[in-house]
């Protein structure tokens, strides 16, 4: 039976380019409400090690301030803001398109994608005015680059044996 576990590291190994050239062509509230979208996507079925993981990689690769975290966390829980609210303040479309990405690598983290995350995932991308053609897009991307990297995985095994 194959493996379908998706880790971070399998789908980092393929992102030669992550959403920024440099932390400050975002905004601070960009920031913000994009890392505040992930973990609500993250919080679906609870947070998992690989999602905490994928967090903190993308704080990492941002250069982002303890600040903007607890901003992101605030909105969140004390707030209590919808995706629809936090996304709403993003308007540079590569970055909607990016957030959408790193939405479905976020669900995936948990091994599977179920109806629920779906179903967020597609409200997402309504929410960020994607067209469906676009948002499959992004989807077949994204499950390219996993299957890219399983069978580079099992190329590698093949090689070492």
């Known amino acids: 039976m194959e493996n379908n576990t998706v880790r971070?590291?399998?789908?980092l190994a393929l992102e030669p380019k992550f959403i920024l050239d440099s932390p400050d062509e975002l905004?601070?509230?960009d920031l913000v409400c994009y890392i505040a979208t992930l973990k609500e996507i993250a919080r679906i079925h609870g947070v998992s090690i690989e999602?905490?993981?994928?967090?903190?990689?993308?704080?990492?690769?941002?250069?982002?301030?303890?600040?903007?975290?607890?901003?992101?966390?605030?909105?969140?829980?004390?707030?209590?803001m919808s995706m629809g609210e936090l996304?709403?303040?993003?308007?540079e479309p590569w970055y909607r398109v990016c957030l959408l990405r790193?939405?479905?690598i976020m669900a995936m983290l948990d091994d599977e994608v179920d109806?629920?995350?779906?179903?967020?995932?597609?409200r997402l991308a309504g929410t960020l005015g994607l067209s469906r053609r676009l948002e499959k897009k992004v989807m077949n991307l994204v499950d390219d680059m996993v299957k890219i990297q399983k069978d580079f995985e099992k190329l590698i095994e093949e090689t070492c044996r």
Request: hydrophobic share 40%.
């Open 8 to 11: 971070v590291m399998d789908l």
């Open 27 to 29: 905004t601070e509230e």
């Open 51 to 80: 999602q905490t993981k994928f967090s903190e990689y993308i704080i990492n690769s941002l250069g982002v301030s303890q600040d903007i975290i607890e901003n992101a966390d605030r909105l969140i829980t004390e707030e209590a």
């Open 87 to 91: 996304v709403s303040r993003i308007k």
């Open 102 to 104: 790193d939405a479905y």
């Open 115 to 122: 109806h629920v995350e779906w179903l967020a995932l597609q």
